[in-house]
């Protein structure tokens, strides 16, 4: 019986080589064929793709160039370019005691660019808002007291801490298509942050005081630039699909659509967070030459093999490069998917990851036994079973070595299954021009990070799994609350209080007795209560918020940590 399997997995004799037939094969060499006839010496070729190269560069620079001008806001001078999650206001105590670190709070304005697609950045990590929790979501706090989309908003105004350039999207002051410009102006304390769902984006209400508000001033002169990104895709894209109908050579087709998707991806599409271009521009060329030459390595063991000798250039347009946009512009393409990052915790944790994962394993599954079938066909399923055998044993042991995490990031995932992806079928040409688009967006966006992480790493500003400190039952008075907590467990020795989100209370062991009274002068507001340990300046994980009610009432903090 085994020695059947393994004959049996040689494969066919004579191997069945696979080659696409062209559909219409004179429609689809003619462009070829018209330039092999009016250029037909080799040197004349090279000039003519030269000139190629000046033409889409050229176009793709003067776009670029135009777009990263910030412009100008009339009174408030050039706008400074922000990413999508930037705020006014850190996170957990990261402002410091009653937010200094934070300052001004108010009689401040800021002008600001935004770029498009700013409704696609979420929170990936539980971010607490009074009582509740924000994760996987925009977070956006306060707005209008009203959803009509075309109103004015002389009364809109934000919490502190939400996205800049999300909050603009959500007021109608910037578009999340091409971004924008606009001015923030900063309206110190607030109360009652109104929730609210404008321009695709729903607020979160926040019922209490923060003192670091801001509004969006309407009705400016300006001449700002919008984010060129979709004009910059019409020329690039245009610019490959021109190159792959009319080249036959398999190198010049794969190099230039490599470079030309690289770049556009990393100075367009989907850029790294950066200050300014010249910045931008530096992180891209560190990043293009290490996955310049991974793409050397897979051209050469997969994507020749492919591609070499297909005459079906407008379907390989269709497919292949299809596929690889496809792949490339994932954070447009792929954003339907629930996952945002692959690791237990997220998968866990995230509302219908679950699900997408069994199906996406799933999917993987038959098409790899559609491959593994060509695969046989050409009597090439041993050696790549032996590959694959190789990489499974690799990534069980990333599994299994301590203390580090696998992390699969999709230019990994693009890796592993690109080596199945050779054989010259339809169906290949899809999967393999998806995979190259994967590589391409996640070496350019992120980098090579590393796919064995520490827990720390994968963690990022998430909870940190410490102890949470025992407060004792508070005791309640006409205008005050009083909170007491016993001496903190090694290695802690402090206590530190959030008020509203925001530290109002520090205390160290040895620096007064154990216990602080609050006080609040009017009873038109709940009050929330978190608390959490500190070692010197650092403070692990913070209890839910409990709730001082306006009646004078007081609600426990349920159990588990937050941050």
């Given at each position: 019986m085994a020695r059947a399997v393994a004959d049996w997995s040689k494969g066919p004799e004579p191997p069945r080589k696979q080659k696409i037939t062209p559909y219409f094969p004179s429609i689809q060499e003619a462009p070829a064929k018209f330039i092999d006839k009016i250029l037909p010496k080799r040197a004349s070729k090279v000039g003519l793709l030269a000139f190629f190269y000046f033409c889409w560069l050229l176009t793709f620079t003067l776009l670029l160039n135009h777009s990263a001008q910030a412009g100008n806001i009339h009174g408030y001078g050039k706008p400074q370019s922000v990413w999508c999650g930037a705020s006014f206001w850190s996170p957990k105590n990261e402002c410091g005691l009653n937010g200094n670190r934070c300052r001004p709070f108010n009689n401040a304005s800021f002008a600001f660019r935004c770029p498009a697609n700013c409704k696609a950045t979420h929170v990936l990590n539980p971010r607490a808002v009074g009582d509740i929790e924000v994760n996987y979501k925009t977070f956006v706090i306060g707005g209008p007291t009203y959803s009509d989309e075309n109103s004015t908003l002389p009364e809109t105004v934000y919490r502190g801490d939400s996205f800049i350039c999300q909050a603009a999207i959500h007021s109608g002051i910037v578009g999340n298509d091409k971004g924008g410009c606009g001015v923030a102006l900063l309206t110190g304390e607030q109360t009652n942050f109104a929730s609210t769902k404008r321009h695709g984006i729903q607020s979160f209400s926040f019922d209490s005081s923060f003192p670091k508000s801001y509004t969006f001033l309407s009705g400016l002169s300006?001449?700002?630039?919008?984010?060129?990104?979709?004009?910059?895709?019409?020329?690039?894209?245009?610019?490959?699909?021109?190159?792959?109908?009319?080249?036959?050579?398999?190198?010049?087709?794969?190099?230039?659509?490599?470079?030309?998707?690289?770049?556009?991806?990393?100075?367009?599409?989907d850029p790294p967070n950066h200050s300014d271009y010249a910045s931008l521009t530096s992180i891209i060329i560190g990043r293009f030459l290490p996955a310049a030459f991974v793409a050397a390595v897979f051209y050469h063991y997969a994507i020749k093999h492919q591609l070499k000798g297909l005459t079906a250039n407008i379907e390989r347009t269709i497919i292949w490069l299809g596929g690889a946009w496809v792949g490339a512009l994932n954070n447009y393409t792929f954003t339907f998917i629930p996952i945002q990052r692959l690791t237990p915790h997220d998968i866990n944790a995230e509302p219908g990851a679950v699900l997408a994962l069994i199906l996406i394993v799933l999917i993987i599954f038959f098409i790899a036994v559609g491959q593994a079938w060509y695969l046989w066909q050409e009597g090439l399923l041993r050696k790549y079973l032996a590959i694959y055998s190789f990489m499974g044993a690799g990534l069980i042991l990333c599994v299994v070595l301590p203390p580090l995490n696998l992390r699969v990031h999709h230019y990994f995932l693009a890796l592993l299954l690109l080596p199945g992806t050779r054989t010259q079928t339809r169906l290949s040409l899809l999967y393999q021009g998806i995979l190259v688009g994967l590589f391409i967006n996640g070496t350019a966006r992120w980098g090579f990070d590393s796919i064995m992480q520490t827990t720390e790493e994968l963690r990022q500003d998430g909870q940190l799994g410490t102890i949470l400190p025992v407060i004792s039952t508070p005791v309640l008075g006409a205008s005050n609350i009083t909170f007491s907590w016993s001496k903190p467990p090694p290695p802690y020795d402090g206590i530190s209080v959030l008020v509203n989100d925001v530290e109002r209370l520090r205390w160290y062991y040895g620096e007064g007795s154990p216990d602080h009274t609050f006080y609040r002068y009017d009873g038109v507001e709940r009050e929330y209560y978190r608390f959490g340990y500190m070692t010197g300046s650092q403070t692990g994980d913070y209890t839910k918020a409990g709730i001082w009610e306006t009646d004078g009432g007081w609600i426990p903090m349920k159990p588990g940590p937050s941050r």
């Open positions: 300006s001449e700002c630039v919008r984010d060129l990104r979709w004009p910059l895709l019409a020329v690039t894209c245009g610019f490959t699909a021109i190159l792959s109908v009319c080249t036959t050579s398999v190198p010049v087709f794969f190099s230039s659509v490599f470079v030309m998707l690289f770049f556009h991806v990393g100075l367009v599409s």
